[in-house]
Structure formats: structure tokens, C-alpha cells
């Protein structure tokens, strides 16, 4: 009861710190603000933050000296981290930065200096005959004036005529499987119906269209974006910042977007201005309003809610099945090293050391991007077979240094029974073993349901990749991180308190002593 009470208030403390954070930020946010930096000179020896998988690290190198770097899954981390002040500005491409600020509202704001003019292409795996037919498209598109529509149009800030066309035409030359992060707009980002929207995604079907293809889109973390399109699970992607390096490893479009790389600076407050001051007290209801406006952003509309539930139903699903085959795969490698026969233990003995010693989102990449690489295999199905790989090794060696632990002389008696040795451990090994194991096999199984959380890096929408999608959407990091924060622990909490009451029944010790014709 002690524990439940200190639990429940620990994460009520944690919540009253979040939302005193978060109040602050509203605060700030009312006021209006100017960048505390002018030029590039002034960001000498500053930090930077960049988003995983950018290149502009190396154009800010060029220009400001002496600068560090941290990497960040999504710009709305990035410029978080601005706004915290963790770093001292943020580095993206420029309708992104733009987006980005508006969102925030004063609490940072663009450098007017700019760094560099970038090209944005589509990217194609090496010697792809689809490259020919996209260049010759695009470049029509420039010529006719498409291109600049299109820019106009996604940059504005009237979502109302965001919208993408129709897949109605006939497509004599199959589908395409188009990846594109989904994460970064206007250039792709989450739309209504949980389905990727944003230019690269219009560009595309408008290409496709002309083409005579249907175009099947996937959204997928920048991380892995390049290797999805390299193992052959997409047929382009986009779009991606032209550089010599990767021109090596694939094939680039031309330019699809005028674009250039801009940075996002912490802003300061105009002197005298008392915004602030009044959204901090909350008399004028502009705490309370904004804070249901960010609620509303992050559940209500485009009814971002169904993201954040069908995100939880992926996770449990992957946490079950990988769970009860992985608990499975474990037993049969005890009952495999149990054999007595030398090989099988070797054989084991380096399954263990090889998936109990490997990081899971490394081992989720390699079976996506190079065992399945070629095959045309759902990311659950791969998450689900690389968790109850991993889970099997670990839970395993649980199991087995239980079975060691017990005396080898419950075997001796068991054989001098008559019971042959698949029975003696059957029967008396392995219910006395299960006793010292249960516990932690409990607390590793909690493990596995939030170790689930890195499957976003293989283009599956679990309940955390549904919170990074709405969080690049609203740039409102306080209710997603929190509403995902508190499912997770709630879903921990039930299963540990089921795993718990399961390994209570079954300890013999928690069980009443009844003794026929006895009164204890």
C-alpha cells in the first residue's frame, strides 16, 4: 500500500512539474519577441541542434566556427530544446522553420541571416529506371508553373486549400511505394485520417499521375528513410537535401523545391510589453484558453485521438505476441541446453551472447532493412519476430540460471525413481526452478511492453511514433508527451499488478496450507 501511495504521488509531482513548465512557456509565448541573435557571427562557438539524418551540420561548420552539435528525432525536439534553453539554435530547411516559429508563437523566432541555398530531390535506389521519367516530369512541372503552385500552396498558412488529389486515374504501370518521413511540414506531415499530407506527398501523385502509377505512401522516421529505399521496401523517397556523399549511395531527382536552410534562435521579449505578465496571472483566460487550445490540437482535431488508440492497440499487440512466443522460444532453448549434448549448449550459449548482447533497435533495422530487405514483410510482423528474438534470449538465460540453481540431486533422486530424464526435469526440475524465476521473468516482461517504444524506427505506428507524429504536427510537445507518458505507465501498472497476482497463486508459499482432518 506504502508503494502504490509513494508511486501515485511521485506522479502527481511529476505532472504538477510539467504543467508549471508548461504554464511558463505559455507565458513567455504572449509576448512578443525578437531573435536574440542578428547574424551568423554571433553564433560562434554555440550550440547547435539538427534533426537525425540532416546534412547541415556541415554548412554551419563552414560558416560559424567552433560550433557543437546534438541530434534530435524531430524538429519539434530540435526547437524545444531551443526553447529550453539545452542549445542555442535550431537548423532546418526554411518553409519548415517558418512553420515552426508561427507554432510557437514568440518563444523563438527565424535568424534573418540564412546559411545556405539547398537543392530537394526525390532520391531512387542506384541505377533506377524511374529517375529518367520523374526528371523529365519535374522539369515540366518547373516550366508549366506546377511547381511554383504548389509551393505557394503549402506554404500558406490557409490550411483550407492543403488538399491532396484524388487517387481516380487509371494506372496501367502498377504502384509505387513512396516513403517520406512525415514528420517535417510543410514537406510531409499528418494529416486528417492519420494518413501522410504535405508537398512531397502532392508533388508525388501529381508525377504519378502523369506516369500512369497509383501511389502507395508510407511514413517512416528520417533515420531509416535512405535505408528503406536502398533495401528495396520503397521505390523513391522524398525529399532529401542533395549532397555528393549521398549522390553515392543513391540516385537523385532534380530539384523538386526552391528551398534554403534557415536557423531558429531563442527569442527575447520587446521591452515594456506586458503580454506576459498578463497571460501569467490568467485574469484575462488567456492561460486556461491556450491551454485548451493545445489540448484540442493535440486530441480533438483531425481526431488525433484515434492516432494516439490505434497507436496503443500496435503496441499491444506487438507486447502480447512477442511476449508469450518469446516466453516459448526461452523454455525450448532451457529444454534444448538441458539435452546434455554439447552442441546444442554451444548453440544456445551464442544465441544468448548474440541477441541478449545486441541493442533492439539495432536488431529490429538489421531483420527490416537486411534479412527482410528484399521481402515485402510488414513492419509489425518484423517487430514482433525481433522482440520474441531478443525477449527469448534474455528471458532464457533467466530461466536457465534457474533451472542451475537447483541441487543436482533432485535429478539423482528422480532417476533412482525410475522417472527418465525429460520427466525428472519436467516434474521436479523445472516447478522448483520456475519458483526463483517467476519474479524477474514478471519484471522483464513489464520491460518488453516499453522497450516496444523504438519500433517507429522501422516505419511501424505504435503508441509513441503516434505521439512524435502529433507533436511535428501541432509543435505542442507538454499533452502528447504527457498523454503517452501516462498510458504507458498505466498499461505497466495492469500488467504488472496481473503478472504479479499470476506469481503469487503460483507460489507455494503464498498458498493456504489446508491439511485434510487438520485445522491450522
Known amino acids: 500500500m506504502r508503494k502504490r501511495l509513494v508511486t501515485s504521488a511521485l506522479l502527481v509531482l511529476a505532472i504538477a512539474l510539467c504543467a508549471c513548465i508548461w504554464v511558463m512557456r505559455v507565458a513567455w509565448a504572449n509576448a512578443e519577441a525578437m531573435p536574440a541573435y542578428q547574424t551568423l557571427d554571433e553564433l560562434e562557438g554555440k550550440s547547435f541542434a539538427y534533426v537525425n539524418g540532416s546534412v547541415y ?83 515540366r512541372f518547373w516550366e508549366d508553373g506546377t511547381i511554383d503552385e504548389l509551393t505557394k500552396k503549402w506554404a500558406s498558412a490557409d490550411d483550407s486549400i492543403k488538399t491532396l488529389p484524388e487517387q481516380d486515374w487509371d494506372a496501367p504501370n502498377g504502384t509505387l511505394r513512396f516513403v517520406t518521413t512525415g514528420q517535417l511540414e510543410p514537406f510531409s506531415y499528418l494529416g486528417i485520417g492519420d494518413s501522410a499530407t504535405g508537398y512531397d506527398v502532392d508533388l508525388a501523385l501529381l508525377i504519378c499521375k502523369e506516369l500512369g502509377y497509383k501511389l502507395d505512401i508510407q511514413m517512416i522516421g528520417m533515420d531509416g528513410i535512405v535505408a528503406g529505399v536502398q533495401s528495396g521496401k520503397a521505390d523513391f523517397g522524398g525529399t532529401l537535401t542533395y549532397t555528393d556523399e549521398r549522390a553515392k549511395a543513391v540516385d537523385f531527382s532534380e530539384s523538386v523545391m526552391p528551398v534554403y536552410v534557415s536557423i531558429i534562435v531563442k527569442a527575447k521579449p520587446t521591452e515594456g510589453d506586458t503580454a506576459a505578465t498578463s497571460a501569467g496571472d490568467g485574469t484575462d483566460g488567456g492561460l486556461l484558453s491556450g491551454m485548451f487550445e493545445s489540448f484540442n490540437k493535440t486530441f480533438i482535431t483531425e481526431n488525433r485521438w484515434q492516432l494516439i488508440l490505434s497507436g496503443l492497440g500496435v503496441t499491444i499487440l506487438i507486447s502480447v505476441c512477442s511476449g508469450v512466443l518469446g516466453v516459448l522460444l526461452a523454455f525450448l532453448t532451457v529444454v534444448v541446453r538441458n539435452s546434455g549434448k554439447s552442441w546444442a549448449g554451444t548453440f544456445v550459449n551464442g544465441y544468448h551472447a548474440i541477441l541478449g548482447g545486441m541493442p533492439i533497435a539495432v536488431v529490429l533495422m538489421l531483420l527490416y532493412y537486411v534479412v527482410f530487405g528484399a521481402i515485402d514483410v510488414g513492419g509489425e510482423v518484423v517487430s514482433i519476430i525481433a522482440f520474441t528474438l531478443s525477449f527469448g534470449a534474455t528471458a532464457g538465460a533467466t530461466m536457465w540460471t534457474g533451472v542451475q540453481s537447483i541441487d543436482a540431486v533432485q535429478t539423482e533422486s528422480g532417476l533412482i525413481l525410475g522417472y527418465t530424464r525429460p520427466e525428472v526435469f519436467r516434474k521436479i526440475v523445472f516447478p522448483q526452478a520456475a519458483l526463483r524465476f517467476l519474479p524477474q521473468l514478471s519484471s522483464q516482461l513489464v520491460s518488453l511492453v516499453k522497450e516496444t517504444s523504438v519500433v517507429g524506427f522501422i ?54 496450507r489446508v491439511i485434510k482432518g487438520v485445522k491450522l
Open 57 to 139: 551540420d556541415k554548412y554551419i561548420q563552414e560558416k560559424i566556427p567552433n560550433t557543437s552539435e546534438s541530434f534530435f528525432p524531430t524538429l519539434t525536439d530540435a526547437v524545444t530544446a531551443v526553447e529550453s534553453g539545452k542549445v542555442d539554435a535550431a537548423v532546418q530547411r526554411s518553409y519548415a522553420c517558418q512553420l515552426a516559429v508561427n507554432r510557437r508563437n514568440g518563444t523563438v523566432a527565424l535568424l534573418p541571416q540564412t546559411v545556405k541555398d539547398m537543392q530537394e530531390c526525390y532520391f531512387f535506389p542506384k541505377g533506377s529506371e524511374l529517375r529518367q521519367s520523374f526528371d523529365e516530369q519535374v522539369k
Open 459 to 512: 516505419a511501424v505506428q505504435d503508441l509513441t511514433r503516434a505521439g512524435d507524429l502529433i507533436r511535428s504536427r501541432t509543435m505542442e510537445a507538454f499533452f502528447p508527451l504527457v498523454a503517452i507518458a501516462l498510458i504507458y505507465f498505466a498499461l505497466c501498472r495492469l500488467l504488472a499488478w496481473g503478472l504479479g497476482k499470476f506469481v503469487n497463486r503460483y507460489m507455494v508459499q503464498n498458498r493456504p
